[in-house]
């Protein structure tokens, strides 16, 4: 298991060149001069000349990514254009807000998505069933921004038990935490629902009934454990999705996170700041893969690592 | 069951006021909305505001945008400074004289200012700032105040000496006449030159002036907060703390003024106005900008080259529709090539709106039935709906505008480009001179060396009278002079029409009753040395 870790790390690494390679192509490559954008619509050619030099955004493309990936493995990840901070000192206080916030609305959200799948799968065709996919459909349906400025509607100004945003105390991670989650609580729902009915209809599952099992432990031990591989795999991609995806929270909740900075920065044409970040998001996605991947191993014995 | 009523009553509320739409808002005496409860208090004694962008610099010789320049006037302050009425006034100067030639500036200093890590203001300050500046190695936006680069890649140096006859006086001598030269020492911060020793260019992360606040954190995209400066060499200010906090969305802004989290809210969309209706103690108020909108109309285009046909498309656009359609009213029809607030205007005969006068002046240059433009803008939703609104104005006069909206710096890289590139038809923009000056409102616009790809006269307007008189208004420090010279220049380009003249908006704002003596500058930055916090 060890070495298929590492075997699997190993591979990333190629992977991650390729994207850095695309990514930084593609940046270069959409319409927009950082040069211009720093010394103002109102600067003379001269003056953009100026500033492109500074940048060293005169240089042929590819000698740029030299310098790029030059940096890359010296830990040296330039500077943002916008107030010369390093790359590393703007995203680093982003990180914390982004990832408090994944972690707490995915913990919620799997929690009360796989329940509600098991209750709909396991009252199937009755009303419990219908009220969890009312709720399911409702949280794919509704976009999340308008469920933030709703909820800050309603328990901020009208109700003021909770703050509109920022992230200073427990209480005020709660409404942005049920924004992000929603909409994964409710794939999670969906996703739990069917594969729990696909499982339940299965041999095994009838045997363990015919043995005279509870019916609780039919449902867990037997059906939702054989589920929860296709659970782990769709929970996974989520999670990536939720790091790079929480642009519309940290908006309407004014969280200063990645998602927030990486609009900002696209819009800025903050060349540096918005690769860092990409390939942060794309190492980040292949971590979790790596982490689920694992995970099948734990989830099931049987399954063997080569 | 009584408190999820509550929470469903809640959120019902919540559902009709974002529904609600835009109503009409006029501003009178400066107020869109006046609060009728004039009693109330606040709860403590510390000022919160919510703004829509980000700080991204607490540098000030390094201000990527109005915001950062905002914050830094807390902990900051210049040799002069304008005033609430845009008036100049000395600040850590008592006063200052120019030569009869213009070529020379003699600032006064004031004394017994101190720093907040208690070093001493003097004249060296001024020079070590200054010095700090104009190094390239420092790659400080401001170096292009005073230097300027020539198109043979060398640099012209505005200043040519500086000089402390004594410690409190300062001498700023110029290579050649420049008149914004006064106007853009209101963006000449002080900083501490021990500080600056000590820290370099990460000063500013560690700011250090001789403001009425001291900053005690900065975290871009989240907050800034500042402390009383119990030192202030001035009237010490009345809050003991300020916050600035970042909330890009409009909602949640209007959320947090009326749950009390925050004082001042700045920008205030005129489409959340219905929110706040509810509220007895919120003022939304509305300051004259210096934002001109209009739209260019190339001039090297066959159809658009007849003075005739320019100036019946401003005929043809109602400009107090217009300002009624995208600022629920608060704004005013532009009256010049610049807004009122520059220094110089002259307000020139309006084009009433007129749709048989500018049938007829199409008649009159062959273009009766019209012909097809194209219209270039942001691909924000604001200035989506102006682009609109011109289209169909212009649609009853035959003329067919394609709109097509981009993203800002798309626009840029098209506009941009050498003459015989050029594919701009009609650009629906805005601009705002932050200096105030003439020069500075109109030289990269309309002068005739300004085309494209060197600076932004997407019009391609050239007409020498005009150049001469802004060289010559360039020349001179004398304001009545300059106000002649100016004027005249003005008439030329509004006569000229080449652009469409829309409107000047104004800027709005919120805050709660009790809040006085914060207010939004004509620039988009917001002041609040003076605020003060009913108790």
Excluded at chain 1, 56 to 64: A, I
Excluded at chain 1, 173 to 183: D, E, Q
Excluded at chain 2, 350 to 377: I, N, R
């Amino acid at each position: 298991m060890g070495k298929y870790f590492c075997k699997r790390v190993a591979s990333a690494i190629p992977l991650l060149l390729v994207i850095s390679f695309v990514v930084f192509m593609f940046i270069h490559m959409i319409p927009g001069d950082p040069a211009r954008m720093i010394a103002g619509q109102d600067a003379t050619k001269e003056d953009v000349e100026v500033v492109r030099e500074q940048l060293g955004l005169n240089e042929p493309l590819l000698v740029q990514y030299g310098h790029y990936m030059k940096g890359l493995f010296t830990g040296d990840l330039g500077d943002s254009v916008k107030n010369g901070k390093t790359v590393v000192e703007t995203i680093a206080p982003r990180l914390k807000p982004t990832i408090m916030l994944t972690v707490s609305a995915m913990i919620w959200a799997t929690i009360i998505g796989i329940a509600l799948g098991i209750i709909s799968a396991v009252f199937h065709g009755r009303a419990l069933d219908y009220i969890g996919m009312i709720i399911a459909i409702s949280g794919i349906s509704v976009p999340s921004f308008w469920l933030g400025l709703e909820l800050i509607q309603g328990f901020s100004v009208a109700l003021n038990w909770l703050p509109t945003g920022g992230l200073d105390s427990w209480q005020s991670y709660i409404l942005p935490s049920i924004t992000m989650g929603a909409g994964i609580m409710a794939v999670l729902g969906r996703f739990t629902r069917s594969t729990m009915l696909e499982t339940m209809r299965e041999d095994y599952v009838r045997t363990a009934r015919a043995k005279g099992l509870k019916e609780t432990l039919v449902v867990m031990r037997h059906a939702f454990k054989n589920s929860l591989i296709e659970i782990v795999t769709v929970a996974g991609l989520q999670i990536g999705g939720l790091l790079s995806g929480s642009v519309m929270a940290e908006t309407v909740f004014s969280i200063p996170g990645l998602g927030r900075l990486l609009v900002d920065s696209i819009n800025f044409r903050d060349y540096k700041v918005v690769q860092a970040l990409l390939l942060f998001f794309a190492a980040e996605y292949i971590f979790i893969n790596l982490i689920v991947d694992v995970l099948y191993g734990v989830i099931n014995p049987k399954i063997r690592y080569n | 069951m009584k408190n999820r009523k509550k929470v469903l009553a809640a959120l019902m509320a919540g559902v009709m006021t974002l529904s609600m739409n835009t109503a009409v808002f006029a501003a009178e005496d400066g107020y869109a909305v006046k609060a009728t409860n004039t009693d109330a208090k606040s709860k403590d004694n510390d000022l919160v505001i919510a703004i829509e962008g980000s700080v991204s610099s607490m540098d000030p010789a390094n201000i990527p945008d109005t915001n950062a320049i905002s914050a830094t006037r807390g902990c900051y302050e210049m040799l002069i400074t304008f005033n609430e009425n845009q008036e100049l006034e000395g600040q850590l100067a008592e006063s200052w004289e120019v030569s009869e030639d213009s070529l020379t500036y003699t600032f006064h200093l004031r004394e017994g200012v101190k720093f907040s890590d208690g070093t001493d203001f003097n004249a060296a300050a001024v020079v070590a700032n200054y010095e700090r500046i104009i190094d390239p190695e420092n790659k400080l936006r401001q170096r292009r105040t005073y230097v300027v680069a020539q198109p043979d890649g060398t640099e012209k140096f505005r200043v040519e000496s500086i000089e402390t006859p004594d410690d409190y006086t300062v001498v700023f001598k110029l290579t050649e006449a420049w008149s914004p030269f006064i106007n853009r020492m209101t963006q000449f911060c002080m900083i501490s030159p021990a500080a600056l020793e000590e820290y370099g260019n990460d000063i500013m992360n560690h700011p250090v002036g001789t403001g009425p606040f001291i900053c005690t954190e900065w975290e871009e995209g989240d907050h800034t907060s500042f402390e009383r400066n119990e030192d202030y060499w001035g009237e010490k200010a009345s809050v003991d703390t300020v916050t600035i906090k970042e909330v890009p969305e409009a909602g949640s802004r209007t959320a947090m003024l009326q749950t009390g989290e925050a004082d001042l809210v700045y920008p205030m969309p005129a489409d959340q106005m219905a929110a706040i209706q509810g509220s007895d103690d919120v003022n939304v108020l509305a300051a004259d900008s210096n934002i001109m909108r209009y739209v260019t109309l190339n001039m090297n285009l066959p159809e658009l080259q007849d003075v005739k046909v320019r100036q019946a498309m401003n005929y043809a656009i109602d400009k107090d529709a217009y300002i009624q359609l995208m600022y629920a009213g608060n704004g005013k029809p532009a009256t010049s090539v610049v807004p009122s607030i520059i220094s110089g205007y002259k307000e020139q005969t309006p084009y009433t709106y007129d749709v048989e006068k500018a049938k007829e002046l199409m008649k009159e240059a062959g273009y009766e039935d019209g012909f097809k433009l194209t219209l270039w803008g942001d691909n924000i939703t604001q200035d989506v709906k102006g682009m609109t609104f011109v289209k169909q104005m212009l649609s009853q006069i035959n003329i067919d505008v394609e709109v097509l909206p981009m993203e800002s710096a798309t626009i840029s890289d098209k506009i941009y480009v050498e003459k015989d590139e050029a594919e701009v038809n009609m650009w629906y923009v805005n601009w705002s001179a932050s200096d105030f000056t003439m020069d500075g409102s109109v030289r990269s616009l309309l002068y005739s060396d300004m085309c494209p790809p060197t600076s932004a006269n997407t019009a391609y307007f050239s007409d020498e009278e005009f150049d001469k008189l802004l060289d010559e208004g360039l020349a001179t420090a004398d304001p009545e002079k300059q106000a002649e010279i100016y004027g005249k220049a003005q008439t030329i380009a509004w006569e000229a029409a080449p652009w469409l003249f829309l409107g000047n908006d104004q800027l709005l704002y919120a805050a709660k009753s009790y809040l006085s003596g914060a207010y939004v500058s004509p620039d988009g930055s917001f002041n609040f040395a003076h605020a003060e916090l009913a108790q």
